[in-house]
């Protein structure tokens, strides 16, 4: 799932450039590229978390989910990120939320 995510925007020029461009500052986007920013965004989140559910009941060992764990905190430390997990936060489930204070304190 985040391969496909991250392929979106490999693959798309238009994405990139809006993720770019809000990556350096959500208020420079247009609602258009705002919405795409935060669908993109918060379709990413979604694969950390459920990436973290698969951790939880066993289905991705230690060893593999060590990559995730270190991607999972350097993404949401991203200042645009931040702004997004903190607004959606909510939306997830709160063992993931938990997780994410704890381990990235955020």
Not at 9 to 23: F, P, R
Not at 66 to 85: F, H, N, P
């Amino acid at each position: 799932m985040a391969n496909d995510i991250l392929l979106t925007a490999a693959e798309s020029d238009q994405l990139s450039d809006v993720l770019v461009k809000g990556d350096a500052d959500l208020s420079s986007l247009s609602a258009g590229e705002a919405r795409q920013y935060w669908t993109y965004n918060y379709g990413l989140i979604n694969s950390l978390a459920a990436a973290h559910g698969f951790y939880q009941r066993g289905i991705i060992n230690e060893e593999d989910y060590s990559g995730w764990r270190t991607y999972t905190c350097d993404y949401l430390g991203a200042l645009s990120i931040q702004i997004i997990w903190e607004k959606d936060k909510a939306t997830f489930r709160e063992d993931f939320s938990a997780y994410v204070k704890k381990e990235c304190s955020l």
